[in-house]
C-alpha cells in the first residue's frame, strides 16, 4: 500500500469516528434536553399541585369564616351558602387561582350536629392539577377522649388506656397510656386514698409511675360539665317530637304515641326501663316493675341500697329509631344492653328533682364497625356496671355520668353489707374492656382495693380502656362537646 492510499484509508476512518462520536453526541443531548423538558415540566406540574392544595386549604379557611360570621346556621340550619367560588389572591402576584366550596350540614331531629366542608383548588398556572380538602366543622367531641373526669383521679398499674386521657382535678397515672394524659390543674393534694403515704400535699397536675410521661401534660383548658345538663330540656323535646320519648307512664316514636298510658316507673329507683337493642336496627323496650337489691358502696352516696337487679319487667314492644331522629330520652332510670345498628343516643335525666342513673346491664357492641354504628349514653347522674355483670364484659360507646360517676359499686361476701345468698361469685370480675369514651363528673371507680396495703377485694380485675378513632369526629347526634368553640376537627385531602 503506498502513502497516499494509506493516508485516504486513515482519513476515511477518522471521519468514521467523527460521525459515531457526532451521533452519540447528539442521542446524549437530545436526552439530556428531553430529560431537562420533562422535568421542567413536571416541576411545573408539581408547583401547579401545590399552588392548587393551598388555594383549596384557604377555601376551607374563607368558609370557616363564613361561619364565624354567622353562627345561627350552627343553631338554625338556616343561611348556608354552597356551592361558593373563591378567588385567592396573593399580595405580590396577584391571582393564584380558585377555588369551588360546597358545604353540606348534617342535622339530627332537626338540630345541626356538623358542616362538612369541601374546596376544590385550581391553579391558574395549570388549571389541571386539581386538588380537593374536606374538613368537618363542629365543635370537639367528648368521644375525642378516652377519659375525661371531673375530679381527681388515679389510674392503677394494670389500666391500658389507648386514646387521650383527661381531668379536670389531678390524675395519678401509674397505668400505660399511648396518647396525651392532661390535667386542668398545676398542684394537687394526693393522699392516701390515690395511692400517695405520705400524703403528697404538692403533687404535680399529673404525677405517678406511668411509663407514658413523656406525654402528660398541665394544666390543661377544663370541660365544662355544667353545660351538659344545660341541654336535657332540649333533648326532651327534641326526642319528644322526632325521637322516642319514654315519659314513664306513656311511649311516643316520632311524635305518635304507641298504645294506651301504663303506671309510672318513673322517679324511683326501683322501676324504670330496660333497653335491648338489636343488630337490625330496633330496640326492645321493657317496663322494670320491680327490682332486687345488695348493698354497695361508692365514694358518692357511701353503702346504700343499690336496686341494679331486675325482678320484674314487662313488654312494652320493640320499636325503630326514626331514621333521622336516633335519640331516645328516658324520664326514668335506664337498663341498657345489645347491640347496636346505627348511631343511636340515649338520654335518662328527670325533668323533676330525682336524679336518673343508667345500668350497663349486659354486654355492649355494634353490628358494624366501619363507624355507621355507634351508640352515646347521658345519663343525669351516674352510669353503673351492676353486681349481675358478665365476668369477661365489653361494653362499646360513649358513656356520660354528668352529675355522678361511672364505676361498678364495691360489694363484699362477709359482714353486715355482705351481697344475698348465690351472688358471691360475681363480686370479683375478671376483665371489663371499653371501646369508646368514660366521661364521669366524680372519681371513676370499676375496682376496689381494701386493707393495708390494698389488695384486690371487689370490682373487675383487669381494665382495658380503648377511644373510638373512627366515632371521634362522627360521633352519635348529641354527643356533649368537650369545648364551646368550633372549629375544624377532620381535615384530609380525597
Known amino acids: 500500500m503506498n502513502m497516499e ?118 391553579a391558574d398556572s395549570n388549571t389541571s392539577f386539581p386538588r380537593t380538602l374536606e374538613g368537618r366543622y363542629m365543635r370537639p367531641s367528648t368521644a375525642e377522649y378516652s377519659h375525661i373526669v371531673n375530679q381527681n383521679v388515679w389510674a392503677g398499674a394494670d389500666r391500658n388506656i389507648t386514646g387521650p386521657y383527661h381531668s379536670n382535678g389531678g390524675v395519678r397515672m401509674d397505668g400505660t397510656n399511648n396518647s396525651d394524659v392532661t390535667s386542668s390543674v398545676s398542684t394537687w393534694v394526693c393522699d392516701s386514698s390515690f395511692g400517695c403515704s405520705p400524703t403528697n400535699s404538692s403533687a404535680p397536675g399529673v404525677y405517678g409511675s406511668g411509663s407514658g410521661y413523656a406525654l402528660w401534660q398541665y ?29 314513664g307512664t306513656t311511649t311516643r316514636v316520632d311524635g305518635v304515641q304507641q298504645g294506651g298510658s301504663y303506671s309510672s316507673v318513673a322517679g324511683s329507683d326501683q322501676r324504670g326501663y330496660r333497653l335491648i337493642f338489636n343488630s337490625n336496627g330496633t330496640v326492645t323496650i321493657y317496663r322494670v316493675t320491680g ?44 337498663w341498657v344492653e345489645g347491640t347496636v345498628s346505627g348511631k343511636v343516643t340515649v338520654v335518662s335525666a328527670d325533668t323533676g328533682s330525682y336524679a336518673v342513673d343508667t345500668i350497663l346491664n349486659n354486654n355492649i357492641t355494634y353490628s358494624t364497625f366501619d363507624g355507621s354504628a355507634g351508640l352515646t349514653v347521658l345519663a343525669e347522674r351516674s352510669i353503673l356496671v351492676p353486681l349481675l355483670s358478665p365476668d369477661m364484659m365489653t361494653v362499646r360507646g360513649v358513656f356520660v355520668a354528668q352529675g355522678g360517676l361511672f364505676g361498678r359499686n364495691h360489694y363484699t361476701t362477709s359482714g353486715s353489707n355482705e351481697v344475698p345468698s348465690g351472688y358471691d361469685s360475681y363480686v370479683q370480675q375478671s376483665s371489663l374492656t371499653t371501646n369508646g369514651s368514660v366521661i364521669s363528673n366524680l372519681r371513676v371507680g370499676t375496682k376496689w382495693l381494701c386493707g393495708s396495703p390494698g389488695s384486690y377485694c371487689s370490682g373487675y380485675n383487669t381494665r382495658i380502656d380503648n377511644y373510638d378513632r373512627i366515632l371521634a369526629f362522627s360521633p352519635p347526634p348529641f354527643t356533649p362537646a368537650a369545648s364551646t368553640d368550633y372549629r375544624i376537627v377532620l381535615w384530609r385531602e380525597q
Open 5 to 122: 492510499t494509506q493516508h485516504s484509508f486513515e482519513r476515511g476512518v477518522t471521519i468514521l469516528l467523527v460521525v459515531a462520536f457526532m451521533g452519540i453526541f447528539t442521542l446524549i443531548l437530545g436526552t439530556i434536553t428531553s430529560y431537562t423538558f420533562t422535568q421542567a415540566t413536571y416541576g411545573r406540574a408539581l408547583l401547579a399541585r401545590e399552588q392548587a392544595m393551598q388555594v383549596a386549604e384557604a377555601g376551607v379557611e374563607y368558609y370557616r369564616w363564613f361561619l364565624v360570621k354567622n353562627p345561627t346556621i350552627m343553631q338554625t340550619g338556616i343561611g348556608l351558602e354552597s356551592p361558593v367560588t373563591y378567588v385567592v389572591e396573593d399580595t405580590e402576584e396577584g391571582r393564584i387561582g380558585e377555588a369551588t366550596i360546597t358545604a353540606t350540614i348534617a342535622t339530627a331531629c332537626g338540630v345541626p350536629q356538623y358542616i362538612n366542608i369541601t374546596a376544590e383548588g385550581r
Open 219 to 247: 394544666p390543661a383548658p377544663q370541660v365544662d360539665f355544667a353545660s351538659m345538663a344545660a341541654n336535657f330540656g332540649s333533648l326532651a323535646s327534641s326526642a319528644y317530637t322526632h325521637g322516642i320519648y319514654l315519659s
Open 291 to 334: 327490682t332486687s337489691y345488695t348493698r354497695g358502696y361508692n365514694g358518692m352516696l357511701g353503702w346504700h341500697n343499690d336496686y341494679g337487679i331486675i325482678a320484674t319487667q314487662t313488654l312494652v314492644g320493640t320499636f325503630s329509631p326514626p331514621a333521622d331522629c336516633g335519640l331516645i330520652y328516658v324520664n326514668a332510670k335506664t
